[in-house]
C-alpha cells in the first residue's frame, strides 16, 4: 500500500443514501404529528375552558337574551352604552377598584415584613410558615364563614371589645362605613401566605457573598435591604403584585357569603357579584355578558400595564 493510497480520505457519503444525506431527508411529518399530539391535549382545553367561553360572553353581549323571556335580538353595543349610565355599575365599579388596591398592597408590603422575619433556619420557623400558609389552601367560602362569625355584632371580636371597655363596638359587616374595609381585610389575610410564600423564595435566592460584601463595605440593615435585598426581589414582586390584582379585581364568593353585596345597597358589591346576580337571579344573561366583557378587558389592560411597568423594573436593576 503505497503512502497515497493510505493518505487518502475515504469518499464522502454524496450518493447512495449515505448517513449524512439519510439524516438531512429524514421527513419532517413524524416531529410535526409529535408535536402537534403533545400540544393538542392543552390547546383543546384552553380553546374549550377560556377561548369559546369568552366568544359567547362576547356574543351574548350584543343580544338581549334572556332565556325566560325569548326571542333573543341583535342590539349591537346598547348593553355597553347603559352600563356606564348605571349607577349600580359604577358603584360596583368603584368598590371594585378600592377592593383592589387594599388587596395589592396590603399583602405586599405584610408578606415582605413577614417573610424577613420567617428567612430563617430551625423548626420554628418552618412550623410558622406553615401556619402563615394554611389560609391560602382553605376555601375561599370556609374563611368567609369563619370570620364572618367572628365579626358578627355579638361575635368573638365585637365581645373582646366590651370586655376591654369599648362600649359600642364598629358593625364590622352591617355598617356601609366600614363593611368594604372589613371585607379587603379577610381577602387581604388569606392571600398574606401566598405573598410570604413567594418573597420567602425570593429571599432564598439572594446570594450570600453580596450581603456580606456589603457588609465588610460598612452597609447596615437597612442599607443592604435597600442596595440588595430589594432589588433582586423584582421577580418575586411582580408575581405577587399581577396574582393579587388578578384575584381581588374578580372577587365574587367573600361577597356573596359574607354581605350579598350589602349592607345597604351595593357598598361591597363587586362587579364579579353583579355580573352573576344579572345573569343568574334577573336573567338578564345579554346585559351581565356586557359586564364580564368589560370586566375582562379592565383585567387585561390593567395587568398588562402593571406586568410591563414591574417587568421593565427588573430589566433596569
Known amino acids: 500500500m503505497t503512502a497515497t493510497e493510505v493518505a487518502a480520505p475515504p469518499e464522502s457519503p454524496r450518493r447512495g443514501g449515505g448517513v449524512a444525506t439519510a439524516v438531512r431527508r429524514r421527513p419532517v411529518w413524524p416531529r410535526i404529528w409529535h408535536f402537534v399530539s403533545f400540544a393538542a391535549p392543552g390547546v383543546l382545553v384552553y380553546l374549550c375552558f377560556v377561548l369559546a367561553p369568552i366568544g359567547i360572553s362576547f356574543y351574548y353581549s350584543l343580544t338581549n337574551y334572556n332565556p325566560f323571556n325569548p326571542p333573543t335580538t341583535f342590539v349591537g353595543l346598547r348593553n355597553f ?10 358603584t360596583a365599579l368603584e368598590v371594585t377598584s378600592i377592593l383592589t388596591l387594599i388587596v395589592v398592597i396590603v399583602p405586599n408590603v405584610l408578606g415582605l415584613a413577614v417573610a424577613l422575619l420567617l428567612d430563617k433556619r430551625g423548626w420554628l420557623y418552618n412550623a410558622l410558615r406553615s401556619v402563615f400558609f394554611t389560609p391560602v389552601i382553605l376555601s375561599s367560602v370556609v374563611v368567609s364563614i369563619i370570620w364572618s362569625r367572628l365579626l358578627d355584632s355579638e361575635g368573638p371580636v365585637n365581645q373582646l371589645l366590651r370586655a376591654l371597655g369599648v362600649r359600642n363596638p364598629p358593625g364590622w359587616l352591617s355598617d356601609p362605613d366600614i363593611a368594604l374595609y ?9 392571600m398574606l401566605g401566598f405573598c410570604v410564600v413567594v418573597y420567602l423564595a425570593g429571599l432564598q435566592g439572594v446570594p450570600q457573598e453580596l450581603l456580606e460584601a456589603a457588609a465588610i463595605d460598612g452597609a447596615g440593615p437597612v442599607r443592604r ?22 384575584s381581588a379585581f374578580k372577587t365574587y364568593d367573600f361577597v356573596k357569603v359574607i354581605t350579598n353585596g350589602g349592607p345597604g345597597t351595593g357598598a361591597t358589591a ?10 343568574f337571579d334577573a336573567n338578564h344573561v345579554g346585559y351581565a355578558s356586557a359586564m364580564a366583557i368589560v370586566m375582562l378587558l379592565i383585567v387585561a389592560v390593567v395587568t398588562a400595564i402593571v406586568l410591563r411597568l414591574l417587568q421593565r423594573r427588573e430589566v433596569d436593576l
Open 182 to 190: 372589613s371585607l379587603a381585610s379577610i381577602v387581604c389575610w388569606q
Open 81 to 90: 352604552g347603559l352600563l356606564f349610565e348605571d349607577e349600580e355599575f359604577l
Open 270 to 279: 363587586t362587579i364579579a357579584f353583579n355580573v352573576l346576580a344579572t345573569g
Open 225 to 246: 435591604f435597600r442596595a440588595v435585598t430589594w432589588p433582586l426581589l423584582a421577580p418575586a414582586l411582580t408575581i405577587n403584585t399581577v396574582v393579587l390584582l388578578i
